[in-house]
């Protein structure tokens, strides 16, 4: 079993920025890719980064390019979501996910079904 904790979010105003922190249990860490989701009011979850196993493949959706950056430490079994440049159509639960499945060493995963284990959300809103 993985447990995963979001922190790190909050009210800030547009063109700011905030980092967001996903902590994991467990001694696999290393082994999982991680992704970000984020779901707003009345909308669905929506992908939002990825990163795989080995920290050396990312992919970010095209909504938060050049805005936001995933990142990982494996030796502190945490993922980062760096957010700059923020917009008011950003404000969303954010969501850290983590897949305990096998995944190729560079291999990052964009789709919901694609993890197996999910955080509790940090909000993040983002005011004009």
């Known amino acids: 079993q993985v447990q995963l904790v979001e922190s790190g979010g909050g009210l800030v105003q547009a063109g700011g920025s905030l980092r967001l922190s996903c902590a994991a249990s467990?001694?696999?860490?290393?082994?999982?890719?991680m992704g970000w989701f984020r779901q707003a009011p009345g909308k669905e979850r929506e992908f939002v980064a990825a990163?795989?196993?080995?920290?050396?493949?990312?992919y970010d959706a095209d909504s938060v390019k050049g805005r936001f950056t995933i990142s990982r430490d494996n030796a502190k079994n945490t993922v980062y979501l760096q957010m700059s440049s923020l917009k008011p159509e950003d404000t969303a639960v954010y969501y850290c996910?983590?897949?305990?499945?096998?995944?190729?060493?560079?291999?990052?995963?964009?789709?919901?079904?694609?993890?197996?284990?999910w955080g509790q959300g940090t909000q993040v809103t983002v005011s004009s």
């Open positions: 996910a983590a897949r305990s499945s096998y995944s190729w060493r560079n291999s990052y995963y964009t789709r919901s079904d694609d993890y197996d284990y």
């Open positions: 990163i795989s196993w080995s920290g050396r493949s990312t």
């Open positions: 467990g001694r696999s860490f290393s082994s999982y890719a």
